[in-house]
């Protein structure tokens, strides 16, 4: 298993400012995943991050607007710049661990309301 | 285009009422599907993996079953502990880590 600590566990932010998630895991893994889940939707992959390279977004996700760092193996941070009504949302921290077979541990989640 | 439905949206039961929740399935190729369950202000928390139509798995008082194009997840004599959120996703066969996700049923058991 696998024990995920995010923060913070949900903020409200004014319109046009940036907020910094950070995940950090009880253990060192290769896959670290950011997701986005909107109240009665799916979970959406916003991007894989990656140790010591450039993260890799989905379709509709851009590094611009979702920067993310992965300096080691226990930990990352996703961004959200600039953010609109439209990023009110709970970003989850996720990771997998090797051997993977579909099973993946989830951090609490932040949930992020911009006004 | 790929996608997962989940049915019903939500589902209220008397304590001890058995019922199933519904994973249906449009995908190009399957390499798994996946069941969660999710609780209030928590991540999902990992259920089942099927690979391959007839597979069946259980824990407690749960059985996932596959089919070629849906999966059903039975509860069988629900506790009001059982009441969440279950999630259901599915990785495709040309995918290493990517998954679909249905937007979930929320299990409601009433005592």
């Known amino acids: 298993s696998a024990v995920i600590s995010q923060k913070p566990s949900r903020d409200i932010c004014q319109r046009g400012t940036s907020l910094t998630i950070q995940c950090q895991v009880d253990?060192?893994?290769?896959?670290m995943f950011w997701y986005r889940q909107q109240p009665g939707q799916s979970l959406t992959l916003i991007a894989t991050?990656?140790?010591?390279?450039?993260?890799?977004?989905e379709s509709g996700f851009v590094i611009d607007k979702f920067p993310i760092s992965r300096p080691n193996l226990t930990f990352s941070t996703l961004t959200v710049s600039n953010m609109s009504p439209e990023d009110s949302s709970i970003y989850l921290c996720?990771?997998?661990?090797?051997?993977?077979?579909?099973?993946?541990?989830f951090g609490e989640g932040s949930r992020l309301t911009v006004l | 285009e790929d996608q997962v439905t989940q049915s019903p949206e939500a589902l209220r039961l008397q304590e001890g009422e058995s019922s199933s929740l519904n994973c249906s399935y449009t995908?190009?190729?399957?390499?798994?599907l996946f069941w969660y369950r999710q609780d209030p202000g928590k991540g999902p928390e990992f259920l089942f993996t099927?690979?391959?139509?007839?597979e069946e798995k259980e824990k407690e008082r749960l059985k996932a079953t596959l089919t070629k194009k849906e999966s059903f997840l039975h509860i069988t004599a629900p506790k009001p502990e059982d009441s969440a959120t279950y999630l259901c996703?599915?990785?495709?066969?040309?995918?290493?880590?990517?998954?679909?996700w249905g937007a979930g049923t929320k299990l409601i058991i009433k005592p």
């Open positions: 996703a599915v990785q495709l066969e040309d995918s290493n880590y990517q998954l679909i």
């Open positions: 995908v190009s190729g399957l390499r798994g």
């Open positions: 099927l690979y391959s139509a007839g």
């Open positions: 253990s060192q893994v290769t896959m």
């Open positions: 991050a990656n140790q010591g390279s450039e993260a890799t977004y």
């Open positions: 996720s990771v997998g661990k090797a051997g993977w077979t579909g099973e993946l541990f």
